[in-house]
């Protein structure tokens, strides 16, 4: 079956611009991850959803990014006047149930953003 | 506030010899640890998850270890591959969730030559 993809893979914007990252989770996942990657550093957590519910938003970096995930499948993450400093991989990963318990994440391919 | 530090930060190995990659984490309290291979250019892929009553774990020719009490895991590597060459993840779950709730290590970059 497909696994969680992410699009696009690539995107370069020019400083000031808004950009949108999409991720489309594995079918019937209720779990939703975005992670930020930066190069040779671990992903650092954004923001989670429980099916359309963003129940933690607390690793937003800033009130310009925006994450939705209106029907609770896919999820668009939002980031506006991109700035030099949101250069970085962005990971989406899903998961069958709620993130205390250890279920399996799987992540997407991952969305490099450079902002010029 | 909940760390996760990995070592060392790189590796080189020789095909063919095993290998050791620390964990050590300040999470609490503790729900579960697991290892993430990361390709380059690619998602991670969970390798192992462990749970605190679970102190070694196996996928193939991986095997993970975890101590809860000095808050240490290993990730042991046997008669490497090439297709090992990677960033291996260590990331460490609290129970309650939040921000807090996974935190990931750096990684350890992994290489192993022919």
């Known amino acids: 079956g497909a696994g969680v993809s992410q699009s696009p893979r690539y995107k370069v914007a020019k400083r000031g611009q808004d950009v949108a990252l999409r991720c489309d989770p594995i079918?019937?996942?209720?779990?939703l991850f975005w992670y930020q990657q930066a190069l040779g550093q671990g992903p650092e957590f954004l923001t989670y959803f429980q099916n359309e519910a963003q129940l933690d938003k607390s690793g937003l970096p800033s009130d310009r990014f925006f994450a939705e995930r209106p029907e609770g499948s896919v999820s668009t993450l939002k980031i506006q006047r991109t700035q030099q400093e949101d250069s970085a991989v962005y990971l989406c990963?899903?998961?069958?149930?709620?993130?205390?318990?250890?279920?399996?994440?799987?992540f997407g391919p991952g969305t490099r953003l450079t902002v010029t | 506030k909940n760390q996760v530090e990995q070592s060392p930060q790189s590796l080189i190995i020789l095909e063919g010899k095993n290998c050791t990659l620390q964990?050590?984490?300040?999470?609490?309290?503790?729900?579960?640890l697991r290892w993430y291979k990361q390709d380059t250019g690619r998602g991670p892929v969970s390798l192992t998850i462990?749970?605190?009553?679970?102190n070694t774990k196996s996928n193939g020719r991986y095997t993970a270890t975890l101590d809860a009490d000095t808050k240490q895991s290993s990730l042991h590597i046997t008669a490497s591959q090439l297709s090992d060459s990677a960033s291996y993840i260590c990331?460490?779950?609290?129970?309650?969730?939040?921000?807090?709730?996974?935190?990931f290590g750096k990684g350890t970059h992994l290489i192993i030559q022919p």
């Open positions: 462990m749970t605190f009553s679970e």
């Open positions: 990331v460490v779950s609290a129970r309650g969730g939040g921000a807090d709730g996974l935190t």
């Open positions: 079918s019937g996942h209720v779990s």
């Open positions: 990963a899903s998961s069958l149930m709620d993130r205390e318990f250890p279920y399996e994440q799987y």
């Open positions: 964990c050590n984490y300040t999470v609490s309290p503790f729900s579960n």
